[in-house]
């Protein structure tokens, strides 16, 4: 038998048409009476005919009629039996079994009870199991699957069994219903708590796509499922990033009730982010934001960390503490709150002792205790963890109880800048002798005038 290249399916032999509509009326009257078997056979028999000839038209209205005459009785357990043998019939057309299921699911919402439901769900996926040609419809019907495991609390078993489908593969598959599906695995592992999984399905998702004005939903979703997974890990650099992007969306920012509480969600997270060259870089483009300056706490808390003055932990205690303490972010009502509190005390001492390193060479340990509100213990290991990271450089003289700041020059360094002296001084002297040498010839034309 040839094949039609066009439909990747055999060509067909013989038109049935006129015989699939001459039987249509036989059929219907069959039904009416209450003989669904014999409905059944005969559509049996002219399917079997169909099939052989690859009238793909005809095999397909046949196949539906039989799906419908068993949903309309609503024999289910028939209905299930039907769809399973059509699909392995011998040269069954690939087009045709995808048009009795994309049939047979419309019926997966009017059955009676759940049980039912779950059955004929279960029977559709069997059938879809690894035929290419209906893989959208079996991942449609695992969702379905997955919506049932999720209401009865089954949440490992809805996340295992959504984690099957492949839906990055499918090239029939519409973007937005794979970046939906893909959603949707993302929310389950993070419901499981299986967070690494959870973020290698992240990368499946381009969030270039999101540009597009049709994705908003979906960008909002992604981004909220990345906060949770990020708040999980502590990267509150990556979380700060995430709110960004929420930020300019246009449902977004263009709403004066929503846009405040997203901007300064940004700057609390991207406080709370170790000190580096991204975070500094960040920090200054939000300082830049004009909407930033209509929030006045987040306007001075972004320009004390700008600004290479010590900010003080009681005072910034006492200031930020009773508003800053009702968000989300520093709630005093949860443990994570509380924890995020501390982590702020910490950056605001981490951002004093660089400042205390940009303007002292030398200190005490008992002046450093008193600039930083700290214990002398305390403030050893703040410093041991600045110089590890790399934001100062310190040595710790304890029997002598100070601390230095001053970098020691290498030989080279101290070479270079010795010389860079000396080439000053000499310039210097140069400039020098070429006034007095001018001074002497001006005077010297003066008196002979």
């Not at 399916?9 to 015989?19: A, I, L, W």
């Not at 004929?120 to 059938?127: G, K, N, P, S, W």
């Not at 919506?147 to 492949?166: F, K, P, S």
């Not at 300056?293 to 001075?300: A, G, I, P, S, V």
Request: proline share 2%; aromatic share 8%; hydrophobic share 40%.
């Amino acid at each position: 038998m040839d094949l039609d290249y066009t439909t990747n399916e055999p060509k067909m032999e013989k038109d049935y048409s006129e015989s699939v509509k001459a039987l249509q009326p036989e059929v219907e009257q069959l039904l009416a009476s209450g003989q669904l078997r014999a409905a059944l056979d005969k559509l049996h028999g002219l399917e079997k005919k169909t099939r052989a000839a690859a009238d793909l038209w005809s095999t397909s209205q046949l196949l539906e009629r039989m799906v419908d005459a068993c949903g309309a009785a609503s024999e289910w357990v028939m209905l299930e039996q039907e769809v399973a043998a059509m699909s392995k019939k011998h040269g069954q057309l690939k087009q045709a079994i995808a048009k009795m299921v994309q049939r047979a699911m419309t019926y997966v919402d009017k059955t009676p009870d759940e049980q039912t439901r779950i059955e004929l769900i279960d029977a559709l996926r069997t059938v879809t199991e690894g035929k290419i040609h209906v893989e959208v419809e079996r991942a449609r019907l695992t969702r379905m699957r997955v919506a049932v495991y999720e209401a009865h609390g089954q949440i490992n078993e809805a996340c295992d069994t959504l984690q099957e489908i492949q839906v990055e593969t499918y090239g029939s598959m519409d973007r937005r219903e794979k970046t939906d599906f893909i959603l949707e695995q993302m929310r389950l592992c993070l419901a499981k708590r299986d967070y690494i999984r959870m973020a290698i399905i992240s990368h499946k998702i381009n969030p270039k796509y999101f540009q597009r004005d049709d994705t908003e939903d979906l960008k909002l979703r992604f981004y909220e499922l990345m906060i949770q997974y990020d708040l999980h890990e502590g990267n509150y650099l990556e979380v700060s990033r995430h709110y960004n992007h929420i930020y300019t969306t246009k449902s977004i920012s263009g709403d004066a009730a929503k846009w405040p509480g997203v901007l300064q969600n940004i700057l609390l997270y991207l406080v709370l982010s170790p000190f580096d060259n991204e975070q500094s870089d960040m920090l200054h483009r939000v300082q830049r934001d004009h909407n930033l300056e209509k929030l006045e706490l987040c306007t001075r808390l972004a320009k004390g960390f700008t600004t290479m003055e010590l900010t003080r932990w009681p005072a910034v205690e006492s200031v930020y503490g009773p508003e800053f303490r009702k968000t989300d972010v520093f709630s005093a009502q949860t443990d994570d709150g509380a924890a995020r509190w501390m982590t702020l005390r910490d950056r605001v001492i981490e951002h004093n002792i660089r400042v205390i390193a940009k303007y002292y060479t030398r200190a005490t340990i008992s002046r450093l205790t008193e600039l930083l509100d700290l214990g002398a213990d305390d403030v050893e290991a703040f410093l041991s963890r600045a110089v590890v990271a790399g934001t100062i450089y310190a040595r710790v003289d304890r029997p002598a109880g100070a601390v230095s700041f001053a970098k020691p020059r290498e030989g080279e360094e101290q070479l270079n800048a010795w010389a860079s002296d000396v080439g000053k001084l000499l310039g210097l002297v140069e400039k020098t002798t070429h006034l007095i040498a001018k001074e002497e010839i001006v005077n010297k034309i003066a008196r002979a005038i």
